[in-house]
Structures are given as structure tokens and as C-alpha cells.
């Protein structure tokens, strides 16, 4: 199933000399756990701040939003992150 997946968006379905998941011009990798669990209760915090005001996590809620996916996406692209 994944390599159709794989397949359909125009990626190769195994992972190439260096280990990395994509092509030639784009490398992905999994976040080290830190940096999940960073984004993770970034979000989580976010998200009770919601449903309980919070001061500074209710207040800025979309920018903070936005770090916690932009660490996960860095923890993504950058190796050893």
C-alpha cells in the first residue's frame, strides 16, 4: 500500500543510499523524540489554554500553534534535530 501512496505523489517507494525517505532535492527524517514531545506539549498546552484561559497561551494561540509545527517540521527536514 505505501509504495502506491509513494507512487501517486511522484516519490520513490525505498529509502535512498543515505537512509532518508524522498528524492534527489528533498530529504526527510523522523524528529528526535525531544523535539516531538517539544512541539507536542507546545500544542497540548495550545489546546488547554482553549477550553481554560491561560494567560499567555490563550492570548497567542495561532503563533504558538504555529512554532509547535514549525519545530516538528524542522525536526522533520534537519537531521539530528
Do not use: C, K
Amino acid at each position: 500500500m505505501t509504495a502506491g501512496i509513494f507512487a501517486r505523489v511522484g516519490l520513490p517507494a525505498q529509502r535512498g543510499a543515505s537512509g532518508h525517505w524522498g528524492t534527489s532535492w528533498i530529504f526527510v527524517s523522523t524528529p528526535r523524540r525531544e523535539t516531538f514531545f517539544v512541539s507536542v506539549v507546545i500544542a497540548a498546552l495550545v489546546i488547554i489554554g482553549m477550553i481554560v484561559p491561560l494567560p499567555f497561551f490563550t492570548g497567542y494561540a495561532l503563533g504558538l500553534l504555529l512554532i509547535a509545527y514549525l519545530i516538528l517540521l524542522a525536526g522533520v527536514l534537519l537531521d539530528n534535530l
